[in-house]
């Protein structure tokens, strides 16, 4: 069975900085792995998504990851932290009964 | 287009009481999912219904049931409900049977308060 692990519950950025967020995949076949972002009290939004192809996904707001079958991850990184990114990100791989979400990691932006 | 829409927003039910939760797919859309997040943890695959047939069933008891109608909408039951049933309740629908390659659209969920 397909399964996400996304590593630190807590990531905390200062405005301006690079983020990077962690999560690592186990699946038995080439997994099709997403993003999520949650706001407070609002439903999941895709950040990006990656099927096949190009390893290096872009997404929204400047976001992008890489798949990296050797190391089972993939990393969602944004060059530069807005106050606005503050929010909680969840990894997410599709399986064979639905999608199968990471506990999720909460980044704050400092000013 | 509008979104992924659900009724009603939050609601509050004692122990052993049974609700209806509501989901609107995106137009065209006629796969609809429902997961369940409580509350610091991530979302919990419960049901996935294409063309009104159930396609695929996560871990829940028998107490959740859901049903699709041919608008393509659909309904989550819980019976008897429990404390631990307290959580969002977020419906997704996508454009094809399953979520393989296709993009699942979520959406606001409904805040279930179980007392």
């Known amino acids: 069975a397909q399964s996400v692990t996304q590593l630190g519950s807590h990531v905390s950025v200062s405005e301006g900085a690079l983020v990077l967020l962690r999560c690592n995949y186990s699946?038995?076949?080439?997994?099709?792995l997403f993003w999520y972002v949650q706001y407070p009290n609002q439903g999941l939004q895709l950040l990006l998504k990656y099927t096949t192809g190009a390893t290096l996904v872009k997404g929204i707001n400047g976001f992008e990851a890489e798949f990296k079958k050797s190391e089972t991850s993939f990393h969602l990184t944004k060059p530069s932290a807005h106050m606005s990114d503050a929010a909680e990100y969840f990894c997410?791989?599709?399986?064979?009964?639905?999608?199968?979400f990471g506990a999720g990691t909460r980044l704050t932006v400092k000013p | 287009d509008a979104g992924v829409t659900q009724s009603p927003t939050h609601l509050i039910k004692t122990r052993g009481q049974q609700v209806t939760l509501r989901c609107s797919p995106i137009s065209g859309h006629k796969s609809v999912s429902w997961y369940q997040q409580v509350l610091g943890q991530g979302p919990q695959f419960i049901f996935q219904y294409y063309e009104k047939e159930e396609r695929g069933r996560g871990n829940f008891p028998d107490r959740f049931s859901a049903r699709q109608f041919p608008n393509y909408s659909s309904e989550l039951n819980v019976n008897a409900l429990l404390l631990g049933d307290s959580a969002l309740y977020l419906c997704?629908?996508?454009?094809?049977?399953?979520?393989?390659?296709?993009?699942?659209?979520f959406g606001p969920g409904t805040r279930l308060t179980v007392l």
């Open positions: 997410a791989v599709s399986g064979d009964a639905g999608m199968r």
């Open positions: 699946s038995s076949v080439p997994p099709y």
């Open positions: 997704a629908s996508s454009s094809r049977q399953g979520a393989t390659t296709d993009t699942q659209y």
